[in-house]
């Protein structure tokens, strides 16, 4: 009696009225509104709708669906959005604190160069100055050492000045 793409629809919107049901309480906000509301645009609260992260009722509109939305529903993925936000603040706080610069090191490594600490053998004094001198200015600059600030600073040295030993 009925074709199975509109038993199929039926399913749907009974699955998704069910989903939104305890959500409803008096007047729908339209996609619109509801993104007005959430700081986002209409593109993704439809994309929300469809997905199921945001509860809706799915309404025909011409050739197309629209979405109608609770506004507990709305408050919901408001508090969500809110709680990522948060996360997001707090991994981003936690990532500088954690990154510091290299100069932060200097002491510490030259410590380590007159005590054997690094290779075993101690380093002279007059050697772990001549070092710590050289490394100084150049974390000053750039405040970490990688590949790509040690090529640069390579490649701004003369080729007369390169040592002609091992």
């Not at 199921?52 to 506004?71: D, E, M």
């Not at 707090?90 to 007159?114: F, I, N």
Request: hydrophobic residues 35%; charged residues 25%; contains cysteine.
């Amino acid at each position: 009696m009925f074709s199975e793409d509109s038993q199929s629809k039926r399913k749907v919107k009974h699955q998704t009225e069910t989903q939104v049901k305890p959500f409803t309480s008096g007047r729908f906000l339209s996609v619109n509104e509801a993104a007005v509301k959430l700081e986002v645009t209409p593109k993704t609260v439809r994309e929300w709708c469809q997905t199921g992260r945001l509860p809706a009722i799915p309404k025909p509109y011409g050739n197309k669906v629209t979405f109608l939305i609770s506004p507990q529903a709305v408050e919901m993925a408001l508090s969500e959005i809110m709680a990522a936000k948060q996360l997001a603040v707090k991994a981003q706080k936690v990532a500088e604190e954690q990154k510091k610069s290299h100069s932060s090191y200097l002491s510490a490594w030259g410590k380590a160069m007159r005590k054997g600490l690094l290779t075993g053998k101690v380093f002279s004094p007059r050697t772990a100055d001549n070092y710590e001198s050289y490394a100084k200015p150049f974390l000053e600059k750039y405040q970490e050492v990688t590949s790509k600030n040690l090529q640069a600073a390579l490649l701004r040295i003369a080729s007369e000045r390169y040592a002609t030993r091992h």
